[in-house]
């Protein structure tokens, strides 16, 4: 019995993916919820091991055919659980991209693993808007170097001068290494605002 | 994908240094089609460059005024039979993508490894002055900033209905491949807005339509009157000229209208090594020409294939952008060519014997230049050599006649 049970459960990614490909979507999100939170974990799971299941998977969030808060519950279980698959679980929040996916992600940026701490903060400067910059701009200040400087390529590349004032606000009290991710920022940033305020920390 | 007679735009979306504006104009002028880049539209509505709304405003900004301004593209009469090319973020957006997706269009996506991705962006750095400071090359690590923001921005291009990879592949064959799914996807659409010449350069893929350099010009270069320099060839076709003026030294711009004319000479050039020749496929009537930047240019019968006011303002420009002291060859088919006998008496009225001296692309001519017509029209320049003949021409189709006037002038010296 049990190998069947197993078999049952390893063909079920590719159930869930094939009523998707069917344009099942009202009875998708329906499906996932029936899986249970703990089925519903190891179907993610699947998924991010399986490179050509998981992009099919990905295509289905983005194009909005699955919504399930259920599935959002889920991967921040995981991504509170499970230290592998972390940049797939952040991804994934972003491709489904609503507000509580958005928060989850936001909680992340105070995770103790590093990794969470910089895919998070990624995933956050391409979907989380402006109302997540201040977040981003913290991160400026994360012990990472990592973190650091993708905090610093996500404020340059999608907040620009526009979120000057937050990097200029961190400046009284900014330790060395976090100068030189508040400078890239300001780089990448490049307006004339930008580069006073450059000139302005290397004065410091 | 079923193929859908009513699709009316066509969207080219993908990722950054992809393509999809260099590509896209070109495509857009082979087909017929209309050409709308959307940042230009996004940056004339809120009358700033787009990388100033980035800079200044922020990119969920942009992405707002975006979605508005794809909404109207999609929904705006206007914008009908055109090729749009949609800013690389743009999929990012719901509501964009909301706009985008629908049954009246085709979407395309150009896609790149981040490897060529990153090697463009390197390389578009490195040669212009403009992309100097490209952002993502001020990380340390930009092929791994460049392969994250791929792998996760792929599935937002799912929208598309058809893929062109362009790894490992020049402007035109991405171009070529582009039209070829066009035509495949969208019959109605091009079928009546195919340019004239395609159908005659794809004839015989291994054989050129004119094979040598037009005498004139060969006599101009080889009697080292004009040194090389910088050359533009208008209307190149395949590039009899351009290929010529490239093997004697010449850094040559070459721009014609026909993609498959620009793939073969693209093709040509590749197969001979000549690097100091590129190929634009460009509408003439549309192409800025760089004022007072060649020594030589080149409109070998491609003013006679615009109506004469637009072939007015091509020699305009194209005085413009001749240095002091530079020169020009033109020629252009006149009134004693047997096509325009035949056109004056009615189409399929003139004399047999007319009939058969006629060109088999002679219906593409838009404007017989009358006697000294040619000449009067750089009557401000030296004018070097002036001839207006019939001649026989066995080069391409049955053996026909053409009126011809062949003039070369030179720019005065201030």
């Not at chain 2, 809120?46 to 975006?66: I, W």
Request: charged letters at 25%; a negative charge; one cysteine or more.
């Amino acid at each position: 019995m049990l190998p069947l049970v197993e078999k049952a459960k390893a063909s079920l990614p590719a159930l869930v993916l094939e009523l998707l490909e069917q344009n099942a979507d009202e009875k998708m999100d329906a499906i996932l919820d029936s899986l249970g939170e703990d089925r519903l974990q190891s179907v993610l799971l699947h998924y991010f091991a399986n490179q050509s299941l998981g992009s099919r998977f990905s295509r289905a969030l983005v194009l909005g055919h699955i919504s399930s808060p259920i599935l959002v519950k889920c991967l921040s279980e995981l991504l509170a659980s499970h230290t592998e698959f972390v940049k797939e679980i952040c991804f994934t929040l972003g491709w489904i991209g609503t507000d509580n996916a958005v928060e989850v992600l936001k909680n992340s940026l105070g995770s103790s693993q590093e990794k969470i701490r910089l895919y998070a903060t990624f995933v956050l400067g391409e979907v989380g808007g402006l109302r997540m910059a201040p977040f981003i701009v913290n991160m400026l200040q994360d012990p990472s170097d990592e973190v650091r400087e993708m905090s610093a390529f996500s404020i340059g590349w999608n907040q620009g001068n526009y979120r000057v004032d937050l990097l200029e606000g961190l400046i009284p009290n900014v330790t060395d290494e976090q100068e030189k991710a508040i400078k890239l920022a300001l780089d990448m940033i490049g307006s004339k605002r930008a580069k006073e305020l450059r000139s302005k920390l290397s004065k410091r | 994908m079923s193929k859908d007679p009513s699709k009316s735009r066509i969207f080219v979306v993908g990722p950054s240094a992809t393509g999809k504006s260099s590509c896209g104009r070109a495509i857009a002028n082979n087909l017929g089609l209309g050409y709308v880049d959307v940042d230009d539209v996004v940056a004339q509505q809120l009358t700033m460059p787009v990388d100033l709304v980035f800079a200044e405003r922020g990119a969920e900004f942009y992405q707002e005024a975006n979605s508005e301004v794809l909404k109207e593209i999609c929904t705006d009469p206007t914008y009908e039979r055109s090729l749009i090319v949609a800013g690389a973020i743009t999929p990012l957006s719901r509501k964009s993508r909301e706009a985008l997706v629908g049954s009246s269009r085709l979407i395309i996506c150009f896609d790149a490894s981040p490897e060529s991705i990153s090697e463009r962006i390197f390389k578009s750095t490195s040669t212009s002055t403009e992309h100097a400071a490209h952002p993502l090359l001020r990380v340390k690590n930009p092929s791994r900033i460049i392969s994250l923001l791929k792998a996760f921005r792929q599935p937002f291009f799912a929208i598309a209905d058809i893929v062109i990879a362009t790894d490992g592949k020049s402007l035109v064959d991405v171009c070529v491949e582009t039209i070829a799914a066009i035509k495949e996807e969208c019959p109605e659409l091009v079928q009546s807005s195919m340019n004239s010449f395609d159908l005659v350069y794809s004839k015989d893929p291994s054989k050129l339509y004119y094979p040598n350099p037009s005498p004139p010009l060969r006599w101009l270069v080889e009697s080292g009157a004009v040194k090389s320099g910088f050359a533009l060839d208008l209307g190149c076709g395949e590039g009899r000229n351009a290929l010529f003026l490239a093997k004697q030294g010449f850094q040559v711009v070459a721009v014609d209208i026909s993609i498959e004319g620009a793939f073969k000479l693209h093709l040509i050039a590749e197969q001979l090594g000549l690097e100091n020749i590129r190929c634009l496929c460009e509408d003439i009537r549309h192409f800025e020409i760089e004022p007072q930047k060649y020594d030589l240019i080149v409109a070998s019968t491609v003013l006679d294939h615009l109506e004469r006011a637009e072939g007015e303002k091509a020699i305009e420009k194209l005085k413009r952008g001749l240095k002091s002291g530079g020169y020009a060859y033109v020629s252009a088919f006149t009134t004693k060519d047997p096509g325009y006998l035949v056109e004056r008496a009615g189409s399929s009225q003139g004399t047999a014997t007319e009939q058969t001296k006629i060109s088999e692309t002679a219906q593409f001519v838009k404007t017989y230049f009358e006697e000294s017509e040619l000449k009067r029209k750089f009557s401000d320049c030296d004018i070097v050599f002036y001839k207006e003949s019939v001649e026989e021409d066995r080069s391409h189709g049955p053996p026909h006649q053409h009126g011809i006037a062949r003039l070369i002038c030179r720019v005065p010296l201030p």
